[in-house]
């Protein structure tokens, strides 16, 4: 089964303005990491944000944003302001307790200038 | 932040060669590396864990004869291609776990491998 959905194969975004990423999950697990990264067409994986299943408090860096919803087993990546530099394909991976991450298939954001 | 070195960058071989790919963990200790495989505009599909000092664990589907890897100390893990084919071409990465912190993942810049 799919432990990461990521439903978006792709997004377009005007520059200045915010974009929503979905990822749901499937686990149980009661302690697990969600993670999101950034691949620029560079190949590198940026580590942008993560979230721990105990914390209470949505994560936040920077202009990236996690909406954690446990309950619906979702971590939405909110990307606010958006800027050129921002095109890239980002993942949403889950850790569990044996340290592995899956990943989602991946969203591919263009930002428009 | 936490730096994960991978080389080379990319490489070409001829098929029936072997090809060596290192991942260096430069300033913290890396318990646990993973290795990963991704064909493009898809997903990373986890290939094996290599803990320091232990075999490697290869995730169902992976031919563990065919992609050999050693983490000999805390800070260097290698993934040895085998007798290279084309099949084999892909890019692949390394992440390593900071010891002691579970949510501490760093990636390595991933190496693209082209098998002629």
């Known amino acids: 089964a799919q432990k990461i959905t990521q439903t978006q194969p792709g997004m377009f975004v005007q520059e200045k303005e915010a974009v929503t990423l979905d990822c749901t999950y499937d686990?149980?697990?009661?302690?697990?990491?969600l993670f999101w990264y950034k691949q620029p067409s560079s190949g590198e994986m940026i580590f942008l944000i993560y979230?721990?299943?105990?914390?209470?408090q949505n994560a936040t860096e920077g202009r990236y944003s996690l909406n954690f919803q446990k309950a619906r087993k979702s971590a939405n990546l909110v990307i606010s302001a958006s800027q050129l530099g921002d095109s890239a394909m980002y993942f949403c991976?889950?850790?569990?307790?044996?340290?592995?991450?899956?990943f989602g298939a991946g969203t591919t954001v263009t930002v428009r200038a | 932040g936490a730096v994960v070195s991978q080389h080379p960058s990319w490489v070409i071989c001829k098929s029936g060669t072997s090809v060596k790919i290192e991942c260096r963990s430069l300033?913290?200790?890396?318990?646990?590396m993973f290795w990963y495989r991704q064909f493009p505009k898809q997903s990373l599909m986890l290939m094996a864990t290599?803990?320091?000092?232990?075999?490697?664990?290869?995730e169902q589907g992976v031919e563990k004869d065919k992609f050999l890897i050693n983490h000999a100390s805390l800070t260097l893990s290698t993934l040895t291609v085998t007798s290279a084919h084309p099949e084999d071409s892909s890019f692949y990465i390394c992440?390593?776990?900071?010891?002691?912190?579970?949510?501490?993942?760093?990636f390595g810049s991933g190496t693209q491998l082209s098998v002629l």
């Open positions: 992440s390593a776990r900071e010891q002691g912190w579970r949510e501490k993942l760093f």
């Open positions: 686990t149980s697990d009661q302690s697990y990491g």
């Open positions: 979230q721990g299943s105990y914390d209470e």
């Open positions: 991976a889950m850790r569990e307790n044996d340290y592995k991450l899956s």
């Open positions: 300033d913290f200790q890396a318990t646990t």
């Open positions: 290599s803990n320091e000092g232990s075999k490697a664990t290869y």
